[in-house]
């Protein structure tokens, strides 16, 4: 008998990978330090880059992953390998690859090769489906407002957005509730690279633990991309927009943004961060609830008169 899992194993991690390393290889990454990213030998960098996109294309589209996703996939990834995030590279393929069993992309495929498997099997659904739970009802709706805005794909990062919402006491990610693989722009829409998890994000929600030291009301945060446009847009409206960056690394980022926020008085609605050497400048958007961070975001898309 074949488990779901086995499928995302043999039909759709080798060829994201793949889709990884060309984009690497074709961003002037050297084989050698492809493989050093993605621990992988040598040769089946190679043997990637031989086959081409199109191949690794094929493959996926043939268990049902449309290309479009495909590719928005391996391009977060690539910006996530490309600094060499290991974890975080680990911990969203894998949430992709629960996503697409919940989705049953790989129904068909699994019928195909246990034909005794019942038409009406729902088991991925439920096996991947998460519980009710306050908090992620509450940043499933607030992705839902996020994804029937038209644009907001403008809002997203290279590395992936985020959207974090914390226990009333919470000290520790994991008791905060963020999605496990990003969410990225596919075209001109968006979509979930995973579901809302306790601990479910890592950097967003050290961000929020951060800001929350000094003001504990504040229970979500969202990070979007940065542009000077939306900046000018949140003071506009009347927020408080504080600012830090660059940084020497990643280390040196919640340092600095610790200061930031100890250092102002007031309760920042966001923190523009131009980012530094190998970390992607974005804004950091806080509220009392994940619904209000990404109303607040959507401002920065608004047509203004």
Do not use: W
């Not at 992620?136 to 985020?162: H, T």
């Not at 000077?228 to 980022?253: F, I, Q, S, W």
Request: net charge positive; glycine share 6%.
């Amino acid at each position: 008998m074949i488990v779901p899992q086995e499928l995302v194993a043999k039909f759709v991690i080798p060829y994201i990978r793949a889709l990884v390393a060309i984009e690497l290889y074709r961003r002037g990454y050297s084989q050698v330090k492809i493989a050093k990213l993605l621990g992988i030998s040598q040769p089946m960098v190679s043997r990637y880059i031989a086959e081409g996109v199109e191949y690794q294309i094929e493959k996926l589209s043939s268990v049902g992953i449309p290309r479009e996703e495909a590719m928005a996939v391996a391009n977060m990834l690539t910006e996530v390998a490309s600094r060499g995030r290991k974890q975080d590279f680990i911990r969203i393929l894998a949430s992709y690859g629960n996503t697409i069993l919940m989705r049953g992309y790989l129904c068909s495929k699994h019928r195909e090769l246990v034909p005794d498997i019942p038409l009406d099997c729902s088991m991925c659904t439920k096996l991947f489906s998460q519980p009710h739970d306050p908090l992620i009802e509450e940043l499933k709706q607030a992705y839902e407002i996020l994804r029937n805005c038209s644009k907001a794909y403008e809002l997203i990062p290279e590395v992936g957005a985020n959207i974090v919402v914390a226990l009333p006491d919470a000290v520790s990610p994991r008791e905060i509730v963020g999605f496990s693989g990003r969410i990225i722009r596919v075209g001109n829409r968006i979509e979930a690279v995973g579901e809302p998890l306790y601990g479910g994000s890592r950097h967003t929600a050290q961000i929020l633990l951060i800001v929350r030291k000094r003001h504990h009301g504040i229970r979500a945060a969202m990070v979007i991309r940065y542009s000077n446009t939306c900046v000018e847009k949140l003071r506009r409206n009347g927020m408080t927009v504080l600012d830090t960056g660059p940084h020497e690394n990643l280390e040196a980022l919640y340092k600095d943004l610790e200061q930031v926020v100890k250092a102002s008085t007031a309760r920042p609605d966001a923190i523009a961060d131009r980012g530094g050497m190998g970390i992607e400048p974005v804004i950091y958007i806080f509220g009392l609830s994940a619904i209000e961070v990404v109303k607040k975001a959507l401002i920065c898309v608004e047509e203004t008169n």
